[in-house]
């Protein structure tokens, strides 16, 4: 024991020294080019005094970002994130500025923006070097992550950690099946081809790829509600108007989000998947996590309770972190600036705009919270948490604006397939096996948007209907993303989407509201869902200008005498009750299980007078869509309605092989069996008296 002990010592303090010596060889090449930075006095010092201060100096500077980092990272998680991403640099250089005003040799200097590139110079390094000593030796590399776990959970040498394994659900937003499969047999995703075909040719495969079939409403907000809670029973849409509360209910926004998963509790009467000994990041639900970071519902909590930002300490208080990542932001940015000039150059189309804080926005999905959300991941497997759920909404964001299968989405296929590789070589050192299950929520369908196509709106479309007037300008559909509200979330700015973009001036005149290319169209001033019949009084050309426009590939209405009616081109309808597979009618383009999943959603209490889908084009597989975006989800046609999910071929199969997955509940429900299959955490536990309550 004694000789272990001491071996430990002594491989902990080599790794010191080494990333000291590095260091101080950094700090005196970066002397020797900066001219503003200087490790001697105007009247010349000998080579010794010179290497003395660069010594000196790394060894103060390592000491300050060891100790006053964390403390300043922690001080700073009270201004907004993306701040704190701006001040890293200044803080980083003003660690050394201090490190070479104390320095023990009374020599060295430096201009304050000379002091930020060198102080980010040199923690990219001292990581990079601990980081390739540390994993050079896997028994020094088991041994720091045992202990960081132990830290963690604060768990002593006489506790053992659990032998059954835990699970790691990671949700890649908005890939879909046939973009994995293609990604994977491009070679731009290896990890996940090894885990498919084997580690060498002819070996065993350890996971398998399992198409599933979304609901109508195929956007997260519905799926990864139905699949945390295992209920997203009346969510017709993205965004949605409410006839009983007067209010709009869109799925990325904190107060909306936290109504819906308390609804969800109550229908489903569990708690969620993640109820025992779980986490979820980067989520718009908890799952019934109690370790929570980078969760949309629970921005809307004010205090203490709210812990979510708590993912961005853990994360930043590392100085290489905050700097790598803050590095890398700023190149996303000029990435994304200079793939939309040469899209502009080349007059690609389809095309939208992807100017003023779309940059932004583009680095905050692809770079922050990315970092953010992988490194929380880590620290939970690190921990021998139970059950970890997290999303990566890089892929969603950038498709929507560049499309599912351009160039820019690939390239962070790749970046995403170097973190599920990352999270798998940490789960080899983690102190409990763990199985990894790789998930979408639902895919991308390509094609324009309405208004490129025609010249106007949905909005403007439903007012023509109504014999409103229309604006001779056309104006551009709100569009919100994930990405968008957690960047709203991290700004600590409110994210509620404005209410004078869905209320109408008169409350006779309609609400249109767009989630992807699904339309929604409400009267306000009339408190039921109203029927065709309805409809027909007060607008007698509305429904036949919407069923008969060539944009428009459905709609569903509420009659009198059938229930629920789909209209369709040329005078189609069909009740909605009449309607599947075999007979599908007006559905007959948009592929099996269209009817059941129309069915489902006309059942909804809150389901909108009018619902609208998109034309489709099976030939292309593409939709319009009403949002201004390119690569678009929300209801039905084409790939947005067929995401994947890759599971260890441990677990049982997700369905018998000639069954369909279909529904995010019923994907709640196959994960559900699979850690109970891990002998893991005992779920849905039934919800907390507090989450019940109205």
Not at 189 to 198: E, N, R, S, V, Y
Not at 242 to 262: F, I, W
Not at 631 to 637: E, I
Request: proline content about 6%; aromatic content about 6%; hydrophobic content about 40%.
């Amino acid at each position: 024991m004694g000789g272990r002990r001491w071996r430990r010592l002594l491989s902990g303090v080599w790794r010191s020294i080494s990333v000291w010596a590095v260091s101080t060889v950094t700090m005196l090449v970066l002397a020797g080019v900066l001219p503003d930075f200087q490790l001697e006095s105007s009247n010349g010092d000998s080579a010794t005094r010179i290497a003395v201060t660069a010594g000196a100096g790394a060894a103060v500077f390592g000491l300050l970002s060891s100790l006053v980092w964390p403390l300043l990272v922690r001080a700073l998680l009270l201004v907004p994130a993306l701040v704190l991403g701006l001040l890293v640099f200044f803080l980083n250089g003003s660690l050394l500025l201090i490190a070479l005003r104390i320095n023990p040799s009374g020599q060295g200097e430096a201009a304050p923006e000379t002091a930020v590139v060198v102080a980010a110079v040199m923690s990219a390094v001292a990581s990079a070097t601990g980081g390739a000593l540390a994993v050079r030796d896997d028994e020094a590399y088991r041994r720091r992550l045992s202990r960081l776990a132990d830290r963690r959970r604060g768990r002593g040498d006489g506790q053992a950690w659990p032998s059954t394994p835990g699970a790691v659900f990671l949700q890649l937003d908005g890939v879909g099946h046939d973009v994995l499969e293609e990604a994977v047999g491009k070679g731009l995703m290896p990890t996940l081809a090894q885990w498919l075909d084997g580690p060498v040719e002819g070996g065993r495969s350890t996971h398998r790829l399992t198409p599933w079939r979304t609901d109508w409403s195929s956007q997260t907000g519905a799926s990864q509600l139905g699949i945390l809670h295992g209920s997203n029973h009346d969510v017709p849409a993205f965004r949605w108007y409410e006839k009983d509360t007067h209010e709009v209910m869109v799925c990325n926004r904190p107060s909306s989000a936290a109504e819906l998963q308390r609804r969800a509790i109550e229908h489903s009467g569990d708690g969620g998947l993640l109820t025992v000994d779980g986490a979820s990041r980067g989520n718009l639900f908890s799952g019934g996590a109690d370790q929570l970071a980078l969760v949309l519902s629970m921005a809307a909590r004010r205090g203490r309770e709210n812990r979510s930002r708590s993912g961005y300490f853990a994360y930043f208080s590392d100085p290489a972190n905050a700097v790598r990542t803050a590095m890398s932001f700023v190149a996303e940015v000029l990435r994304e600036m200079g793939q939309s000039t040469w899209a502009r150059m080349k007059k690609r189309r389809p095309r939208v705009k992807r100017g003023g804080l779309y940059p932004l926005v583009r680095a905050f999905a692809t770079v922050v919270e990315r970092d953010v959300v992988v490194a929380a991941v880590i620290g939970d497997m690190l921990a021998g948490r139970n059950a970890v759920y997290a999303d990566l909404v890089a892929y969603d964001e950038v498709a929507h604006h560049s499309g599912p299968r351009s160039r820019d989405a690939e390239k962070v296929l790749e970046r995403l397939d170097r973190s599920l590789a990352l999270v798998a070589k940490v789960a080899e050192h983690a102190p409990r096996p763990y199985r990894i299950v790789v998930l979408s929520d639902h895919g991308q369908s390509p094609g324009e948007t309405f208004l490129t196509r025609y010249g106007l709106s949905l909005g403007n479309l439903v007012r023509a209907g109504c014999g409103l007037p229309v604006p001779r300008r056309a104006q551009r559909t709100h569009s919100g993303t994930e990405a968008r509200a957690a960047v709203r979330a991290a700004l600590r700015r409110p994210v509620e989407e404005r209410g004078e973009h869905h209320r109408p001036s008169r409350r006779s005149e309609p609400i249109v509201l767009a989630s992807g290319n699904l339309g929604l169209v409400s009267f306000p001033d009339v408190p039921h869902r109203m029927s065709r019949e309805e409809i027909d009084r007060r607008h007698p050309a509305l429904l036949s200008t919407l069923a008969n426009h060539p944009g428009i590939g459905f709609v569903l209405v509420r009659s009198e005498e059938y229930g629920g009616l789909v209209l369709g081109a040329n005078g189609a309808e069909a009740p909605v009750d009449k309607l599947d597979d075999a007979r599908p009618g007006p559905l007959a383009d948009f592929g099996p299980g269209a009817a059941d999943a129309v069915r489902r959603t006309h059942s909804f209490p809150h389901v909108a007078d009018i619902m609208v889908n998109s034309s489709y084009d099976p030939k292309e597989g593409e939709v319009l869509a009403f949002e201004e975006q390119i690569g678009s989800h929300g209801g039905l046609g084409g790939a947005q309605a067929r995401p994947f999910l890759l599971s260890p071929t441990a677990l049982s199969l997700p369905v018998e092989d000639d069954a369909d997955l279909v529904g995010a509940e019923q994907v709640h429900r196959v994960l559900r069996r699979w850690l109970r299959e891990c002998d893991g955490p005992q779920v849905p536990l039934a919800a907390p008296a507090d989450e019940r309550a109205a």
